[in-house]
T-cell receptor, first 109, second 115 residues
Framework: GQNIDQPTEMTATEGAIVQINCTYQTSGFNGLFWYQQHAGEAPTFLSYNVLDGLEEKGRFSSFLSRSKGYSYLLLKELQMKDSASYLCAVRDSNYQLIWGAGTKLIIKP | IAGITQAPTSQILAAGRRMTLRCTQDMRHNAMYWYRQDLGLGLRLIHYSNTAGTTGKGEVPDGYSVSRANTDDFPLTLASAVPSQTSVYFC??????????????FGPGTRLTVL
């Protein structure tokens, strides 16, 4: 079967750095997405990785290792508004998106 | 309007009733999607459409139907609602074909409760 694993919940302090991991076992791989979803709202796009390595976009960076079936989202200089769920999704060999259940990130002052 | 709108925002429905969730986008995107989101589970694709006049089944299509008469609208119909269809439903759209590398833009969601 296809599976995306993310921690259910993480807590971090305002101003700090947090890394949210995502491991996947899918039938093929054609890219990995990260989305942010605030409580009661729609998911919004953060990043897309298809090649190994680190993609940096402001305070957010996303890393991919295809050989390890692993990605992480790195959030720097955390702000209270970063409190949200972070969703990992993988495009499989059929170009369908398989979504993880999301990681709820709680930021404390 | 800008982006994607969904209606209604929320709905309580008696089991056995028919219900249509509406979705409209103004970005002229070819691909549109319907997902359901349940606590503790990832988003699950119900149906998708690559362009007006075509639709396809996703991971959990049973009990749902869709139509795509034009580019902008992609309604989702529950012919005879059951309690297991209680969920938050998101409509999304993207450029290019469904399943492509383009980001998906999501509507605000419809919270549906079937009693």
């Amino acid at each position: 079967g296809q599976n995306i694993d993310q921690p259910t919940e993480m807590t971090a302090t305002e101003g700090a750095i947090v890394q949210i991991n995502c491991t996947y076992q899918t039938s093929g791989f054609n890219g990995l997405f990260w989305y942010q979803q605030h409580a009661g709202e729609a998911p919004t796009f953060l990043s897309y990785n298809v090649l190994d390595g680190l993609e940096e976009k402001g305070r957010f960076s996303s890393f991919l290792s295809r050989s390890k079936g692993y990605s992480y989202l790195l959030l720097k200089e955390l702000q209270m508004k970063d409190s949200a769920s972070y969703l990992c999704a993988v495009r499989d060999s059929n170009y369908q998106l398989i979504w993880g259940a999301g990681t709820k990130l709680i930021i404390k002052p | 309007i800008a982006g994607i709108t969904q209606a209604p925002t929320s709905q309580i429905l008696a089991a056995g009733r028919r219900m249509t969730l509406r979705c409209t986008q103004d970005m002229r995107h070819n691909a549109m999607y319907w997902y359901r989101q349940d606590l503790g589970l990832g988003l699950r694709l119900i149906h998708y459409s690559n362009t007006a006049g075509t639709t396809g089944k996703g991971e959990v299509p049973d009990g749902y139907s869709v139509s795509r008469a034009n580019t902008d609208d992609f309604p989702l119909t529950l012919a005879s609602a059951v309690p297991s269809q209680t969920s938050v439903y998101f409509c999304a759209s993207s450029e290019g074909e469904a399943g492509g590398y383009n980001e998906q833009f999501f509507g605000p969601g419809t919270r549906l409760t079937v009693l």
